[in-house]
């Protein structure tokens, strides 16, 4: 939408201000809307761009149990989600240069399985028209691959207790990138009661509705308002922006990261307790948990003897941790020394440490 600015831009006492001073057409200003093709935040989708894998790039599904591969994604069915790489100049945008795609292989009948993001808070976009749009294609061409949901979940004690759907139509994928669209309108919340607050959410998925065994590969998730599909952009802009919009969600370090060294200081408080804080480098939604770890070890130095050791559980201890860092507890019964000072680190460079905050 376009907005006039008034011929006069001084007024004193008693001047009347008319339409003739709002309709001016010497200059107009875009407002945020369908109409604007670039703007920071219009997209909802977080990491549409397929840029950020912290897990890694190749991960197995398991019927029934979603599984995050790229940052924010999550799919279920049998088979992979990994990330592939485009062939440079064979991006499906001119003039955006994607470097990498997702591909959501199913190897057994996938129907009724998912693939998506949890968008949090689900007042998002409530009582408006949203476009969904994404580019896809196929190993093999594919009738009614799948149908585009989109839900508003209230959180853990809201009402209703069952998701709200809005579903659109089912579509046809080719062997070649195509973008597809669809507007759909979200319901209001009005009548519907909120549970735990950080935990409600808008779903965006592609709802498997195929039987075959195939490959389903995706570039450039957006989600915005209007009924126009606009050129797709990611949420913050920046390649450094979304990884902190990631974090906020998951967050991994890893041996090559921190060189094997130091990671964090800490104490042992039993013969069978290690503490030590670690600091993230965003907020997260909510206090973390301990979702995945490999090579973790805590060194234990005593004068000129060192001690490596390899704990049997790794938790956060809730009671004294947040959203911008966690108190982390390493269990190894009968290995430390009360009061005993010491570090955590990661014995390799392919070792890792993850936090999720997942919705």
Known sequence: MAVGFPLKTTYANGDVYSASDVNDTNGTINLLGSSVAYAAGK?????????????????????GTAVYGADRFRATGNGNFSRQTFTPGTAPVAGYEGQYFARWNLTSNSQNYDFGQRIENARTFAGQTVTFSFWAKASATTSNAFFPRIFQNFGTGGSP???VYT????????TSWTRYTVTLAIPSVSGKTFGTENNSYLGVI???????VVDLDFWGWQLEQGSTATAFQTQSGSLGGELALCQRYYWRITGAESSNALIS??????????????????????TPTVTDYSGTRIVIVTGSVSQVLTPSAVTVQSANSGFTRALIEWTKAGSFTSGDDGWFSLAGASDYFGLGAEL
Request: aromatic fraction near 8%.
């Open 43 to 63: 997209n909802k989708i977080i990491n549409g761009d397929f840029n950020i894998w912290q897990r890694g790039t190749s991960i197995a599904l398991a019927a």
């Open 161 to 163: 207790s069952s998701a």
């Open 167 to 174: 579903d659109g139509s089912n579509i046809n994928l080719t």
């Open 206 to 212: 592609l709802q498997c509705n195929t039987t075959s």
């Open 265 to 286: 200081t800490g104490m042992a408080l039993s013969t069978s307790l290690f503490d030590a804080f670690v600091n993230f480098p965003v907020a997260m939604r909510t």
